[in-house]
């Protein structure tokens, strides 16, 4: 099973700052990091687990509506490390966080995650 470690959460204030950590494994399926499409998920309280953000090889990234214009993902390959920065946080993005894998358009599907990281944000 991949291991994925994220790490960064915290309680933040409204209108606060985070950058969120991720430590992928070498390869997916025999897939070396370099060249996989890498995500950020995240699950809000009672809700299904959803996209936030995603980042192709070359650093191409694509991003949920609902973060567009605050969060930024990156990533170091040399590193096998995913990144999300969020700024501007709002108590709807209180939620825990994942990395993973790009699994395709239903999340919720997709059976292997890490822990995840906590992101609360107090109003």
């Known amino acids: 099973q991949v291991q994925l470690v994220e790490s960064g959460g915290a309680l933040v204030q409204h209108g606060g700052s985070l950058t969120l950590s991720c430590a992928a494994p070498?390869?997916?399926?025999?897939?070396?990091?370099?060249?996989?499409?890498m995500g950020w998920y995240r699950r809000p309280p009672g809700k299904q687990r959803e996209l936030v953000a995603k980042i192709t090889d070359v650093g191409n990234a694509n991003y949920a509506d609902f973060v567009r214009g605050r969060f930024t993902i990156s990533r170091d390959n040399a590193k096998n490390m995913v990144y999300l920065q969020m700024n501007n946080l709002k108590s709807e993005d209180t939620a825990v966080y994942y990395c993973n894998k790009d699994v395709g358009s239903r999340p919720d599907l997709y059976d292997f995650w890490g822990q995840g990281t906590q992101v609360t944000v107090s109003s």
């Open positions: 070498g390869s997916f399926e025999g897939s070396p990091f370099k060249f996989t499409t």
